[in-house]
């Protein structure tokens, strides 16, 4: 079947310019969620969704960052005014489980390099 | 911040021979996994070891926890070139996974 999908897979946007980043999950998984990896480092939390509710965006480095799901299926990463430090692979991943702990699929990624 | 810590940070091996990379993490937990990232396939669950499990075994995957020293070894047996790839743990922590910086390994034919 279809695994995570995201979109586009990379972007280069100048700073000052905001983005918007897509996830489609796993048809059925209640559980999204967004990371951030630098080069070199592991995959940081970002933001969690629950279907439709966005139960924590602790993770969000900036009040740039924002995120929604509002059919509880497909996502949207936006930042906005980017900055050089946002430069990253986006990670999206989705989970059948209701419980954030468990196995996570994720996708490919979206490489954003902001010039 | 981290929950988990790879050891090594990069390991290089021939085909057929074993890798063996270690995890470390900082709190309790209920379950760890290790992930797979290469940049064919993108972040791949490999497999999840609960707090009461000692050992686990998926193919030629061998997972070990021992929670009195809050560590987990992953063994690869007779490594493929197509084993490649960085190797990540997670634990949970504040009620989401934690993925550590990774083992990088290079197999080589």
């Known amino acids: 079947g279809a695994g995570v999908s995201q979109s586009p897979r990379y972007k280069v946007a100048k700073r000052g310019q905001d983005v918007a980043l897509r996830c489609d999950p796993i048809?059925?998984?209640?559980?999204l969620f967004w990371y951030q990896q630098a080069l070199g480092q592991g995959p940081e939390f970002l933001t969690y969704?629950?279907?439709?509710?966005?139960?924590?965006k602790s993770g969000l480095p900036s009040d740039r960052f924002f995120a929604e799901r509002p059919e509880g299926s497909v996502s949207t990463l936006k930042i906005q005014r980017t900055q050089q430090e946002d430069s990253a692979v986006y990670l999206c991943?989705?989970?059948?489980?209701?419980?954030?702990?468990?196995?996570?699929?994720f996708g490919p990624g979206t490489r954003l390099t902001v010039t | 911040s981290q929950q988990g810590e790879e050891d090594p940070q990069a390991l290089s091996i021939q085909e057929g021979e074993n890798a063996t990379m270690n995890c470390s993490y900082k709190?309790?937990?209920?379950?760890l996994q290790w992930y797979r990232q290469n940049s064919g396939r993108g972040l791949v669950h490999l497999i999840l070891?609960?707090?009461?499990?000692r050992e686990k075994h998926s193919g030629r995957l061998r997972v070990t926890l021992d929670t009195s020293k809050k560590s987990s070894s992953l063994l690869i047996t007779a490594s493929r070139a197509a084993d490649t790839a960085s190797y990540f743990c997670?634990?949970?922590?504040?009620?989401?996974?934690?993925f550590g910086k990774g083992t990088m390994l290079l197999v080589s034919p």
């Open positions: 991943a989705s989970s059948f489980n209701r419980d954030r702990t468990y196995e996570q699929y």
């Open positions: 048809s059925g998984h209640v559980s």
């Open positions: 969704f629950q279907n439709e509710a966005q139960l924590d």
């Open positions: 709190t309790s937990i209920n379950n």
């Open positions: 070891i609960r707090s009461n499990e």
């Open positions: 997670a634990t949970p922590r504040k009620g989401t996974l934690t």
